[in-house]
């Protein structure tokens, strides 16, 4: 009887995850971190909000009209995450953008983007929240992107451009799953294993949804800088972009 | 899904009123349900706000459903992961256990009741801040932080970004469209295909958009400040009364349990 139960319950966890996208699912809900948690991610991340902030204000002070580059940029990096892309496993995701941006703007420039992106989709979509902001925008504006950075950085002109931009890419997207599953794992410890065993517990949950899409992202990004290399070589070039060939 | 949460934002009877009333009665609900912590205070928060959602501000309970419900992949999973704990041997007090090759799945009471409590101030803040953005349109937001003296720089780049977000979405309709009208979304394969092509072009597009603004801005003397006009608002004592009510009510809530 009591087997029973249990398997009605795994199959209407199963299903939810299979019916339903697993769209933005690594975005932490508002009201789900405990205010503490909330309040560290925050202190966490500003560091990088201030320093981002003040590059794009000298970017706009040396240049104004950046400005509108920037929010066309914005837009770009939202309109991606709407993107409906064929996940490896058979269902649909969506992309989170962060490691193409990277590539394309740069991480401090991404880490105020990034978080606008973030807002908008708390705001617009209702993924998200304004109290979890600050983790959520460390995990998928902060780290995602550096890891990006720097292996784009690290690895472009030593590597096959189509690997460095895929681990680039598909890197991005793991952080920020791991990133995530750590959060959580911090803010809910299991009651007999502690952090480590709830964040294993966290990441096998999520690997259902993330993995796939970090490989399909991945791919997907490859393809789009291979296209932006052969149709907008300028408009790459007036980016002023390491490793691209005009 | 963002179509239908912009539309009842501009459509909804609320939406003449001031979104610093709004903002504020969400910020409080949300930060109630967090500082008090208690399942009921969540749950009774969810209710408050889709009445008002659905009796006071006309949004239909069926957006509102959905909406609220959008998150539920996110909220399925991690609760399960905070209920469900896996060792090595079953905890002694475990409400249900599972053996799982050499892994135990367990569930104890303790968890269950932390995974429902989060459950609870989760569904009650998400529902507090989906009322505001069910209310409220995003330029009212960014005309909010304005008047909140947030930088300069961050309420133009979200103006531009709000403006260009409907640009861009409509040509990527348009050329999903067209994609698929021309087998673009087949198979596999074909679906990457054109996802790249798309995601480059859309770059391409925004790229050159930005710079006909910056043209258009240009011809007309812009001199790197974009000015606009301040809207005005309604004051809805209403508003005001149900704002005391829910706040009252949490707090004796959170007191009572």
């Known amino acids: ?246 | 899904m963002l179509r239908i949460i912009d539309q009842y934002a501009f459509a909804n009877r609320l939406r003449a009123v001031d979104p610093l009333h709004k903002a504020a009665l969400a910020g409080m609900t949300i930060l109630l349900c967090l500082i008090l912590d208690r399942p009921l205070v969540g749950w009774l928060a969810l209710a408050w706000m889709v009445t008002v959602m659905v009796w006071y501000a006309r949004v239909p309970l069926r957006v509102v459903g959905a909406v609220i419900g959008a998150e539920s992949v996110f909220l399925a999973l991690s609760v399960i992961g905070i209920a469900v704990s896996v060792g090595s041997e079953p905890p002694p007090a475990a409400l249900l256990a599972i053996p799982f090759g050499p892994l135990w799945l367990s569930a104890t009471g303790a968890s269950v009741q932390t995974a429902l409590h989060v459950l609870g101030r989760a569904l009650g803040s998400a529902a507090a801040l989906n009322g505001l953005i069910l209310t409220t349109p995003l330029i009212d937001l960014i005309e909010l932080l304005r008047r909140l003296r947030a930088p300069v720089l961050l309420i133009e780049l979200m103006a531009l970004s709000y403006r260009a977000l409907f640009v861009l979405l409509d040509t990527l309709d348009q050329m999903v469209t067209a994609q698929t009208a021309r087998l673009g979304y087949a198979s596999w394969r074909a679906t990457m295909r054109s996802s790249a092509l798309l995601g480059s072009r859309l770059f391409i597009v925004a790229y050159q958009r930005s710079q006909a603004l910056e043209m258009a801005l240009t011809a007309r003397g812009f001199a790197g400040d974009l000015r606009v006009l301040p809207l005005s608002y309604t004051v809805d004592r209403q508003l005001w009364l149900i704002g005391v009510m829910i706040g009252g009510s949490l707090v004796v809530a959170g007191w009572w349990t």
């Open chain 1, 1 to 246: 009887m009591k087997h029973r139960w249990v398997m009605i319950v795994i199959g209407a966890a199963l299903l939810i995850v299979g019916e339903a996208r697993p769209a933005y699912a690594m975005h932490i809900m508002e009201g789900f971190l405990p205010p503490l948690w909330a309040l560290i991610w925050f202190a966490v991340t500003i560091p990088f909000w201030v320093i981002g902030f003040r590059q794009l204000q000298r970017m706009v002070r040396e240049k104004p009209e950046v400005r509108l580059l920037l929010g066309f940029a914005a837009a770009f990096t939202f309109v991606l995450s709407a993107l409906k892309l064929p996940s490896v496993t058979g269902s649909s995701s969506h992309p989170t953008g962060t490691g193409l941006g990277a590539i394309l703007f740069g991480p401090w420039v991404m880490s105020v983007l990034g978080s606008i992106v973030l807002l908008f989709q708390a705001l617009l979509i209702a993924h998200g929240g304004l109290t979890t902001l600050g983790a959520n925008a460390f995990s998928m504006a902060v780290v995602g992107p550096w890891v990006a950075w720097l292996i784009w950085r690290g690895l472009v002109g030593r590597a096959p451009f189509w690997l460095v931009v895929f681990l680039a890419a598909a890197l991005a997207d793991l952080s920020t799953y791991v990133v995530t599953s750590l959060q959580l794992a911090l803010a809910f410890p299991d009651p007999a294993g502690g952090i480590l065993a709830a964040f294993a517990k966290f990441g096998a949950i999520f690997a259902v949804t993330q993995i796939p899409l970090a490989i399909s992202e991945g791919i997907l990004t490859v393809l789009i800088m291979h296209a932006l290399q052969t149709n907008a070589a300028a408009e790459l070039q007036a980016l002023a972009i390491k490793g691209v060939r005009s």
